[in-house]
C-alpha cells in the first residue's frame, strides 16, 4: 500500500500553521521557539550524520556517495521534520540511505542495520548528556555571566539543546515504521515475526500516524520525555554539587 506523503505535509502544515497563530498570541512562547532553533539544528544534524557514519563504517559507502557523511546542517534537514520538531516536539530529519548488501561481512545485514538505527538515537542520547555537562559548567565556573541578560539567553538555548535531543532520541525509537526503533527491533525478532513485519509495514505506518495526528503519542512520549530529563538535569546537578 503506497502512503501519499502529500497527505502527510497537508496536516504537518495545519499543525504547523495552528502553532504559528498560538505562538503569535504568546510572545513568551515565541521566544522560547526562537532559543530552540539552535537546538533543533544540532540535534537533525547529528543524529542523520550518527546513521551515515554507522554505515559507512560498516562498510557501505552509499551516504558518502549522496553527500551525507558531513555535519552541514542543509545536507541532513527535512522541511516538513524540522518544523514538526520545532513547533510539536518531535519530528525527523532527511533518511539516510544504505544498502545493506555492502556492509562488510563481520555482521549480518538485519545487525548492522540494527546498528545503524540504533546510532541516531545514541547520538542524541549523547548530545543530551555533553549539553547538559556544558549547562552545569557555566553555571557553577560563570557566575557572572550567568545572572547577565546574554547568559541566561545562552543557558536557556544550552537547556533547550537538551530537551530537544532527549525528544528526538526517545520518539525515535518507538519501535514502529518509519522509526529506528521498528529496524532495530526485527534484529532480535525471529525470522517469521520479522518476515511478518515488513509484509505490514504499511499497517504499522497507518497506526503510528493515526497515533501522531490525534496526539496520542504526544501524550506517551512527553512525559516519558519529562521523566529522562529531570533524572538527566538531576544526576549531572549533583555531580556538581547544585
Not at 544540532?42 to 560498516?58: C, G, P, R
Not at 541532513?76 to 533518511?95: A, E, Q, R, T, Y
Not at 532520541?169 to 515488513?198: C, H, Q, T, V
Amino acid at each position: 500500500m503506497y502512503i501519499d506523503k502529500r497527505f502527510i505535509y497537508i496536516i504537518v502544515i495545519i499543525i504547523a500553521a495552528y502553532s504559528v497563530i498560538s505562538l503569535l498570541s504568546n510572545p513568551m512562547a515565541l521566544l522560547i521557539l526562537l532559543y530552540s532553533i539552535p537546538g533543533v539544528l544540532v540535534a537533525i544534524t547529528f543524529h542523520e550524520y550518527a546513521h551515515a557514519f554507522a554505515a559507512d563504517k560498516l562498510g557501505d559507502d552509499t551516504p558518502r556517495l549522496q553527500g551525507r557523511l558531513s555535519l552541514n546542517p542543509w545536507a541532513h534537514l527535512d522541511p516538513i521534520g524540522s518544523l514538526m520538531l520545532l513547533f510539536v516536539g518531535v519530528g525527523w530529519g532527511k533518511p539516510v540511505q544504505i544498502n545493506p548488501n555492502n556492509f562488510n561481512r563481520t555482521v549480518s545485514i538485519s545487525k548492522g542495520e540494527a546498528i545503524v538505527s540504533a546510532a541516531g538515537p545514541i547520538m542524541n542520547f549523547i548530545l543530551a548528556i555533553v549539553f547538559c555537562i556544558v549547562y552545569f559548567v557555566i553555571y557553577k565556573f560563570a557566575g557572572t555571566f550567568v545572572d547577565t541578560q546574554i547568559g541566561g539567553i545562552v543557558l536557556s538555548i544550552i537547556l533547550s539543546t537538551v530537551y530537544i535531543n532527549l525528544g528526538l532520541g526517545i520518539f525515535n525509537l518507538i519501535p514502529m515504521p518509519p522509526l529506528d526503533g521498528s529496524k532495530i527491533l526485527k534484529n532480535f525478532l525471529p525470522y517469521r515475526a520479522r518476515a511478518w513485519m515488513e509484509s505490514n509495514e504499511y499497517l504499522f505506518y497507518m497506526i503510528f500516524l493515526a497515533l501522531w495526528i490525534f496526539g496520542i503519542l504526544g501524550n506517551i512520549i512527553s512525559p516519558l520525555i519529562n521523566i529522562v530529563s529531570d533524572l538527566l538535569i538531576s544526576g549531572v546537578g549533583k555531580l556538581f554539587g547544585l
